[in-house]
Nanobody
Framework: QVHLVETGGGLVQPGGSLRLSCAASGSIRSVSTMGWYRQAPGKQRDLVATITSGGSINYADSVKARFTISRDNAKNTVYLQMNSLNPEDTAVYYC?????????WGRGAQVTVSS
């Protein structure tokens, strides 16, 4: 089992920045890909960004050039730096970790972009 805890959500004005963190604990040695997904009210959960243990990164088109995912393997933590936020980025952001047994999810962090 892998346990994930997200921190760093909150309220920010349009054009502002936030950084999300996701700390992993438990059986983390087999974790390969970690990533961030988001779910806005009434919508499905969508991929935001993923990063493999080797450092390969994938972004959703809607966040490219604005968001940056990074990973500190020594701290078992993945980060999402979000810049130039707009109201369409408002959602609950979930951390996900994959290993050979399946996928694990955090409980989510609310990000609200509003003036």
């Amino acid at each position: 089992q892998v346990h994930l805890v997200e921190t760093g959500g909150g309220l920010v004005q349009p054009g502002g920045s936030l950084r999300l963190s996701c700390a992993a604990s438990g059986s983390i040695r087999s974790v390969s890909t970690m990533g961030w997904y988001r779910q806005a009210p009434g919508k499905q959960r969508d991929l935001v960004a993923t990063i493999t243990s080797g450092g390969s990164i994938n972004y959703a088109d809607s966040v490219k050039a604005r968001f940056t995912i990074s990973r500190d393997n020594a701290k078992n933590t993945v980060y999402l730096q979000m810049n130039s936020l707009n109201p369409e980025d408002t959602a609950v952001y979930y951390c996900r970790a994959d290993d050979r047994y399946g996928a694990y999810w955090g409980r989510g962090a609310q990000v609200t972009v509003s003036s």
